[in-house]
């Protein structure tokens, strides 16, 4: 540890704030703290070790250490450490009162920073800091100081005891009873505690049954025997579970057989309507294929009515434009021929008219600059007049500056005040300004103390009311906080309540919306049955009516086809008569006469096949329409099935459920506002009693802060009173003081000033200085006056001189004017003769203006008519060709509607419909074809996929017997076989569980057995221990080793004070042996040493020691002071003392001693005098002396 600074306040002898700077005092290694006895040198070392512990570390047995004429102690204590994290900067402030039970320390801070000044660590709190430190330092407080305070007598007889005494001393010293009683008490605790645990061991070990560990092997077998068995089920079990998987699979595909051939049938039923719904897929495609056509013949002939319209307009804009240009293009021929006679003409005369403005601006000119010429002329003469003025004036201002310089020099000898006068006037200045001040003082003591007076009289007033304030204060919070408690719980109730009510809203609110669109489907449902059956009604309607036209067809179609009958019976006939020849026989009567030949009557050129071809087709369209009709009508049968089977699912629900459900809402919804109505007032209450609750808080601390302000200020005033007393005696002095100097400066100038004059000049002291403050302000002014005079004097021969050469010049400039003026007249003359010669109206420039003006005006007309004319003509082009291009399009428009007309009526004639109207029937939604597309080909894949699955099904399950479908009776076997497992395993499990356990308790056996064994080892060993530990033995050997240590550091810091001379040996006995190195190496007692060497030897023993005791903690403490009677050595033995000493330090150690011998002042190169306290005026003080 390193002390860096200290600061010390109202200990001892010390009551102002004093200083010690170490860093300065021990920068060189060695420093002396010096002064008289009593003048408080050791209390410097006290201020360091309470700054460290506090309170523990007085040195000296009294508690009575604050001075009695302060209150307060205060202390600051900064130094350098080596710790753990590196080197640190530490600070500790403490203060100290007075109390009732003695001395307090009110005040203890603790601050740890790194070298760079980082902060790492703040302690507040004496028993904090004090912990702190202790573990910070490593040192307790009596180790600290018998570590840094040196006491060397008391080594001394240390260096004479005999060798018990010696070890009794570095016993208490170094706290060597840990090794003695302590660890005996430990060993014996330790006994005690082996053979406790030892007993439990015994018990524990008794609990346990050696009979049960020899049967584990016949356990084990038995398990084994079990495992087999079970292995055994369990290949069993896999075989049976697999058999059962083959016959619950063949069950399953069975049963899937069944639904497919069901399916199957189903399916071939519905064959029919899919047919029927193929031939409307097919004429929609054909119907698609065609609709093109007839849309873009629609296109076209809208077309041809837009380009028709489009022509007629383009027309009517072409007779327009056309009209316009033929009058703009007389316009246009009437400025053209403007423009080519009349702008040549105006070209010239502009040029012309620029030439004169020229010529007229220039004459201006010249006539404005002979008019300033005249004008320069007077005042270039007036300024030549000025200037001789002026030159007169000069002349005369510089006679006065040299008759003004010889009055201030007069003036400046008449202010001269003498160096002595001066001298004796300032002082006596001074001393009655102090003394005034003095004076003042005085009289502001006195108000000081009547005012401290009064104030400390309110203060006690303003005590008393404070206290009563707070007394009422407590009361009030009191009341408010049971009123916020009361409030708190009957919010809490309302709260409860609103949420229980909130839960009821909810519910409903879940409700309502499941029931208003219940509601709203049952309405829809019903809507949608009345729709179906409407639809169902007109249906029924055409279908009757399809029917009846189907009935005439039928009767046509029969009609017909007896009439086709009878043309083909006809036409056979007629065949046959003509290869009927007489004698042959008639293959349909067998005669070979054939009176009567069969003769084809005329059908009037009916042909009765194409016609019933024709009534064929329409039975199968109107056979089509009734099929789609049933399907329609079968459709809307079912939905409407579906519909009231969906409608009886909301019977229980009507509108007065839902008008009662919202009923019970909005009753909720009321209670909840006026619950939340409530809870507002309720928390507003709240809010103003905790307001009222912090008020009171505020207030309390207000008036706490309140009345320790006047606490503090009642000692501040008591202290102020104690002050103003000190400083009225210390006024009194002063005044003295300054009249003995007023008397000794009277009597050093009575020689030169008379009693009377020196009286007069003191009591007119202030106009005497104010008289000589003139006097110098006087003769300041008059020497800057003198420079200025002569700064001047030297302007005024410096003006005159330039002066004389304007003069000169300004001559010279009004001669050059009066030939230029003469040239420029005869100019102007020639120019206005040219001017004249033209004459005008108005201004040239406004001629000019007109002239230009008529020219642009037929200019830009010139090219707005031309440029307006090609425009128009270009326009008409573009409209012509738009004409042209609407009739080419109009004749392309024509042609091709022919031609799509044309294609159109082809294809409707190969097609199945009869015309192009009868394609829009068939022009269904491309999204319901689509659907039907889709269902086809749905029913398609369905029907091979059921087929398909049917065939493979028969394969699988012909030629199986029934039995390959029980799959029951081998899952009972297969359950039987895993119920025995599971005893089997249940067994097992019971026998492995004894096993464990069995296990367990060997395993704990063991344990305990060999921790029985390790505890009688460390049993025997303690008992060996106690053995040795008999008496103090252990503690005498300790202190032996130490004090081995101790003698062979000593005899290292012996020879090198000495030169080498003598070392320090220890006999067997204990005692101390000096060797005289220079005398052969003898070796003799310690007792026959001198007694500068006694001191030697002594002091390398306290160094020694102090290192020992230093080892007990983590740090090294770099320094330490001795505080030692030098008074009593002799002037040889204090040279070697100090030669020693200077020896000793180095850059890691500082030494300092503590005397009030003067000759070790001169020895030291850096001394703290501690200066006497006088009694009553002021305490102990410190200064810093370097030698």
Do not use: W
């Amino acid at each position: 540890m390193k002390p860096i600074f200290l600061k010390l306040a109202g200990l001892n002898s010390y009551i102002e704030e004093e200083s010690v700077d170490f860093e300065k005092l021990s920068s060189r290694g060695l420093f002396g703290i010096f002064g008289t006895t009593g003048s408080g040198k050791s209390t410097i070392l006290d201020a360091i070790t309470i700054s460290l512990f506090g309170t523990n570390a007085i040195a000296r047995s009294t508690k009575e250490f604050i001075n009695t004429d302060v209150s307060h102690m205060k202390l600051y204590f900064k130094f350098e450490l080596n710790t753990s994290s590196g080197r640190c900067i530490f600070e500790i402030n403490r203060s100290f009162k007075r109390s009732k039970s003695g001395v307090i320390n009110d005040m203890a801070r603790f601050t740890k920073k790194s070298i760079n000044g980082e902060l790492i660590e703040i302690r507040e709190g004496a028993s904090d800091v004090n912990e702190i430190v202790v573990s910070e330092i490593g040192l307790k407080p009596d180790d600290f100081m018998k570590s840094v305070v040196l006491p060397q007598g008391k080594f001394s007889d240390f260096l004479n005891m005999s060798g018990k005494d010696k070890r009794n001393m570095l016993e208490r010293l170094l706290n060597l009873g840990e090794f003695g009683s302590e660890l005996s008490n430990k060993v014996r605790l330790k006994k005690n505690k082996l053979t406790k645990e030892l007993d439990v061991l015994k018990g524990q070990l008794s609990v346990f049954n050696i009979e049960e560990f020899e049967k584990l092997d016949q356990y084990t077998l038995k398990n084994a025997q079990l495992k087999k068995e079970e292995e055994s089920l369990q290949t069993l079990i896999e075989k049976l579970e697999k058999e059962k998987l083959e016959k619950k699979e063949l069950f399953k595909k069975r049963e899937e057989f069944n639904k497919v051939s069901e399916t199957l049938s189903k399916l071939s039923l519905e064959k029919k309507d899919m047919e029927v719904k193929k031939d409307l897929v097919l004429k929609y495609e054909e119907a698609i294929k065609i609709y093109p056509y007839k849309k873009d013949l629609d296109k076209l002939n809208e077309d041809i009515i837009s380009v028709k319209k489009s022509l007629e307009n383009k027309s009517k804009e072409k007779e327009k434009i056309l009209k316009s240009y033929n009058e703009n293009k007389i316009k246009f021929e009437n400025i053209e021929n403007e423009k080519n006679t009349e702008l040549p003409k105006l070209d010239i005369e502009i040029e012309k008219l620029k030439e004169n403005i020229i010529l007229e601006k220039r004459t201006n000119e010249l006539e404005i600059e002979i008019k300033n010429l005249r004008e320069n002329y007077s005042k270039i003469n007036k300024k030549r007049e000025e200037l001789s003025i002026e030159y007169e004036k000069l002349n005369k201002e510089l006679f006065e500056n040299k008759s003004k310089k010889e009055s201030i020099n007069i003036s400046k000898e008449e202010n001269y005040v003498s160096s002595e006068f001066r001298v004796f006037i300032n002082k006596l200045y001074e001393l009655k300004t102090e003394k005034l001040k003095l004076e003042n003082l005085n009289k502001n003591i006195i108000e000081k103390e009547e005012y401290s007076s009064k104030a400390l009289q309110e203060l006690e007033k303003n005590l008393s009311e404070s206290g009563k304030n707070l007394d009422k204060m407590a009361l009030e919070l009191e009341n408010n906080i049971k009123e916020e408690i009361e409030i708190k719980d009957n919010i809490e109730n309302i709260k409860i309540e609103i949420s229980k009510i909130n839960e009821d809203i909810v519910k409903i609110n879940s409700k309502i919306p499941y029931i208003k669109e219940r509601l709203e489907n049952k309405d829809l449902l019903v809507k949608e049955i009345k729709d179906f059956k409407n639809k169902k009604v007109l249906g029924n309607e055409r279908l009757l009516s399809y029917e009846k036209e189907k009935e005439i067809l039928l009767d046509k179609i029969k009609m017909y086809e007896e009439d086709v009958n009878r043309v083909r019976v006809n036409n056979v006939l007629e065949v046959l008569s003509h290869k009927l020849t007489e004698n042959n026989e008639c293959p349909l009567c067998g005669n070979i006469h054939h009176p009567k030949v069969f003769k084809k009557k005329e059908d009037n050129g009916i042909d009765y096949k194409d016609k019933l071809d024709s009534l064929n087709k329409e039975l199968i369209k109107l056979t089509t329409k009734i099929t789609r009709l049933e399907l329609e009508n079968e459709s809307f049968e079912k939905s409407v099935a579906k519909a009231n089977h969906n409608l009886k699912a909301f019977e229980d629900i009507d509108s007065k459920v839902y008008t009662k459900i919202t009923q019970d809402k909005e009753l909720k919804e009321k209670v909840l506002n006026s619950k939340n109505e409530i809870l507002k007032n309720s928390l507003k209450e709240q809010a103003i009693v905790e307001k009222k609750i912090e008020n009171n808080r505020l207030d309390k601390e207000k008036y706490i802060i309140e009345n320790n302000s006047f606490i503090e200020n009642r000692k501040q005033l008591i202290e102020v009173l104690k002050e103003t007393v000190k400083d009225k005696e210390n006024n009194i002095k002063l005044t003295s003081d300054i009249d003995k100097n007023i008397d000794l400066i009277f009597d050093k100038n009575i020689l030169e000033y008379d009693q009377k004059r020196c009286v007069n000049i003191f009591n007119e002291i202030i106009n005497e200085k104010n008289t000589i403050e003139k006097k110098d302000k006087f003769y300041q002014k008059n020497d800057k006056e003198l420079i200025n005079i002569d700064k001047l004097i030297a302007l005024n021969i410096s003006k005159i001189e330039t002066l004389k050469e304007e003069i000169n010049q300004k001559t010279n400039e009004i001669d050059v004017a009066i030939e230029k003026g003469k040239g420029i007249s005869e100019i102007i003359k020639i120019n206005k003769e040219k001017l004249n010669k033209y004459s005008y109206n108005d201004s040239l420039e406004k001629v000019l203006k007109n002239a230009i003006n008529k020219k642009t005006r037929i200019s830009e007309e010139y090219n707005e008519l031309k440029q307006k004319t090609e425009n128009e003509k270009e326009l008409i082009l573009k409209t012509q060709n738009v004409i042209s291009s609407l009739e080419g399009n109009l004749d392309i428009y024509n042609e091709k509607s022919v031609e799509v007309k044309s294609r159109l009526l082809d294809l409707v004639n190969k097609s199945i419909f009869e015309s192009d109207n009868e394609i829009e029937k068939y022009l269904v939604s491309e999204k319901r074809v689509e659907n039907l597309k889709i269902e086809i080909e749905n029913f398609e894949n369905e029907f091979r996929t059921i087929n398909q699955n049917f065939l493979e099904l028969s394969k699988i399950i012909s030629g199986k017997a029934e039995k390959d479908f029980d799959y029951i009776s081998t899952q009972n076997l297969l359950e039987s076989s895993k119920k025995e497992k599971e005893e089997k395993i249940g067994e097992m499990g019971k026998i492995s569980s004894i096993i464990d356990s069995i296990n367990k308790d060997k395993e704990s056996y063991i344990v305990i057995s060999n921790l029985e064994k390790e505890k009688n080892r460390k049993y025997d060993l303690v008992m060996e221990i106690q053995k040795l530990l008999h008496g103090n033995k252990f503690v005498e050997y300790i202190a032996t080793k130490h004090m081995k240590y101790i003698v062979k550091d000593a005899s290292i810091r012996l020879l090198n004070i000495t030169n080498d001379r003598y070392s320090l040996e220890i006999d067997s006995k204990g005692n101390f042996i000096i060797c005289d190195n220079y005398n052969g190496g003898v070796k003799r007692s310690t007792s026959t040493l001198s007694g500068g060497e006694t001191f030697m030897t002594s002091l390398s023993l306290a160094l020694a020691l102090s290192s020992q005791i230093q080892l007990k903690g983590n740090v090294n403490l770099e320094f330490f002071i001795l505080d030692e009677g030098f008074g009593s050595l002799d002037k040889d033995l204090l040279d070697t003392v100090m030669s020693s000493l200077e020896k000793l330090h180095s850059d890691n150690l500082s030494i300092g001693i503590i005397s009030h011998v003067e000759e070790l002042k001169t020895r030291v190169p850096i001394a703290l005098l501690v200066n006497e306290a006088a009694a009553g005026i002021k305490g102990s003080s410190l200064q810093i002396k370097i030698n």
